[in-house]
């Protein structure tokens, strides 16, 4: 007999268990354990939950009346997040400086509104990782087309195939603005020389002219669009009203500046002085003399901001007596 088998048997004498590899025992002085009773069944799926339960006469309720028991619906459903029938929109970025698209991001919170509740943006360089043009509703196109750049004339073409409603995004995509001073040679791209407008190679439906447009025009031009596609009777009427003058301003053409201005308004007896186009100038190129505008040629960028800023420059008596009902449907959308 070993010494393994000698020390085995004294503990088989004394009552207690030996501790091998993989198990193991407990002391010698260790009480044992309760057995853990076992747990009921759950009840059937048709029981009466406890809350729900009725009380009878004599008898308190299982549950204290100052505890807050949840009900099935609020432990049950998942948070569901309002879902509209939303709009596709683009932003299609061709010859300019993305000055229009900062104009976009600076809506803020207004934009995380108009992107949760409205709009689901499809195409975007800097935002969207799609790497082609694909078919959306309104489609907002920044900068103007180099002619001398084939890809840029089949992609302006695609965007007015795919779009339902196509949007001139800034003074560059309106009327050419600074790229119409352009002779080539510049950086990177020496050979492109030549720029127009996107109306003189498609039709545009909307204008939202300035360099670059106001975060706030931007903002109420696409609720307008939801409301123009998706709305009721009365709020498409009202869309219409307010996307009517942005509409005749592009089927006016693709050359507005100050020379336009004062064929249009100031030689015809039609100017209030109220200074409107100095103050839409980007370039200071227009001052007050004599309480009437004159513009240095010299200056002018020909962005159009002064002749659709002017109240006399285009009538649209729609929007003058609908004007408070548009708004207000515009920013009670934006806050619902």
């Not at 268990?17 to 747990?39: I, L, M, N, S, Y």
């Not at 078919?135 to 084939?150: F, P, R, T, W």
């Not at 009327?175 to 030549?194: D, K, L, M, S, W």
Request: aromatic residues 6%.
């Amino acid at each position: 007999m070993g010494l393994f088998e000698k020390i085995l048997g004294i503990f088989k004498k004394k009552d207690v268990t030996v501790e091998t590899r993989g198990t193991t025992a407990p002391k010698p002085d260790e009480p044992e354990k309760p057995a853990v009773p076992e747990r009921p069944a759950p009840p059937p799926t048709n029981a009466i939950p406890a809350e729900r339960a009725p009380v009878v006469e004599g008898q308190t309720s299982a549950i204290p009346p100052d505890e807050k028991v949840p009900t099935t619906a609020q432990t049950d459903t998942k948070e569901v997040k309002p879902v509209s029938d939303k709009i596709t929109a683009g932003h299609v970025h061709m010859s300019g400086c993305t000055g229009c698209e900062v104009a976009i991001a600076d809506n803020y919170a207004g934009l995380l509104t108009l992107l949760d509740k409205y709009v689901d943006w499809v195409y975007d360089l800097t935002l969207a990782d799609v790497r082609h043009i694909p078919e959306m509703d309104v489609a907002l196109v920044e900068g103007s087309v180099c002619i001398n750049d084939k890809i840029s004339v089949e992609e302006i073409r695609e965007t007015r195939e795919k779009s339902k409603i196509v949007v001139a995004l800034g003074s560059c995509a309106c009327y050419g603005n600074i790229t119409r001073f352009c002779r080539g040679g510049q950086q990177n791209q020496p050979q492109h020389e030549a720029y127009l407008p996107i109306g003189d190679l498609i039709k545009v439906d909307v204008y939202l002219p300035g360099c670059g447009p106001s975060p706030q025009l931007i903002k109420n031009v696409c609720v307008a669009a939801y409301l123009l596609l998706k709305g009721n009777a009365d709020q498409q009427a009202l869309a219409t009203a307010y996307l009517k003058p942005l509409m005749q301003a592009a089927e006016r053409g693709t050359e507005a500046c100050f020379c336009d201005l004062m064929i249009d308004v100031i030689d015809q007896g039609l100017c209030i002085g109220c200074g409107a186009c100095a103050a839409a100038c980007p370039v200071r190129a227009i001052t007050h003399e004599y309480g009437k505008p004159q513009g240095q040629r010299d200056l002018c960028i020909k962005c159009g901001a002064c002749y659709n800023q002017c109240p006399r420059s285009w009538f649209s008596f729609d929007v003058v007596s609908q004007y408070e009902g548009i708004m207000e449907t515009i920013d009670a959308a934006m806050q619902e």
